[in-house]
């Protein structure tokens, strides 16, 4: 079975800050995604991460793929309000068909 | 706008009785999904369909069944709810992004099993 876990679980910051939040697993996977959820709605995708050490830049956010591709990172630069939220790593299986998804590192930006 | 509609949003049931929820897509996507919510546990796979009547467990399908009759439609059932099963429940279908794919997932439904 094919895990993620991520850190922190909890994480709360006052504006402006930046912070770095985690996904880790002991398996492959051939591709890793970042979602964003808010209350009482679903996960929206931000990113996809195919390639063992892939840079991708959203705005002043900032994901790396892991050179074994068994873990990312998801970095935020100068953190504003809007990005409180819960942020959920996925992993997708060999064929692309199922997705793992971790625990989840729940966001708050403070004012 | 992925044209997910789940159905129903909210509901409150009794031990013992049956349920389904809904999934309704407008977009002839060929896969669905039924992931389960729950503090601590992120989303957790159910069941999910890859065609009209090809279906699949995921991690924790004991106690739920799923059908497919229509390309468009992906129904949940419990057919006796337990306690266990309250939960928050999203549906999803996968994008056509090549082999990653991408997932849209619905607005979620709520079911409170007392």
């Known amino acids: 079975t094919q895990l993620l876990e991520q850190s922190p679980q909890f994480l709360s910051i006052q504006e402006g800050e930046n912070l770095t939040v985690y996904c880790n697993s002991s398996?492959?996977?051939?591709?890793l995604q970042w979602y964003r959820q808010e209350p009482g709605e679903g996960p929206v995708l931000l990113v996809t991460?195919?390639?063992?050490?892939e840079v991708k830049k959203l705005k002043r956010l900032t994901f790396q793929f892991g050179d074994a591709r068994k873990d990312s990172s998801l970095h935020i630069t100068a953190a504003q309000t809007g990005d409180t939220g819960l942020y959920l790593c996925?992993?997708?299986?060999?064929?692309?068909?199922?997705?793992?998804f971790g625990p989840g590192t729940r966001l708050s930006v403070l004012p | 706008d992925a044209g997910i509609t789940q159905s129903p949003r909210h509901k409150v049931t009794e031990t013992g009785t049956p349920v389904t929820l809904r999934c309704h897509q407008t977009?002839?996507?060929?896969?669905m999904y039924w992931y389960r919510q729950d503090p601590g546990h992120g989303l957790r796979l159910i069941h999910y369909?890859?065609?009209?009547?090809?279906?699949d467990k995921g991690e924790v399908s004991d106690g739920y069944s799923v059908s497919r009759s229509k390309t468009e439609d992906f129904l949940l059932t419990l057919e006796s709810a337990t306690s266990s099963q309250t939960s928050v429940y999203f549906c999803?279908?996968?994008?056509?992004?090549?082999?990653?794919?991408?997932?849209?997932f619905g607005e979620g439904s709520r079911l409170t099993v007392l």
């Open positions: 999803a279908i996968k994008g056509l992004a090549g082999n990653t794919g991408e997932l849209f």
């Open positions: 996925a992993g997708a299986d060999n064929y692309g068909q199922n997705f793992v």
């Open positions: 977009e002839n996507h060929r896969y």
């Open positions: 991460v195919v390639t063992g050490g």
């Open positions: 398996s492959v996977f051939s591709s």
């Open positions: 369909s890859y065609g009209v009547k090809d279906t």
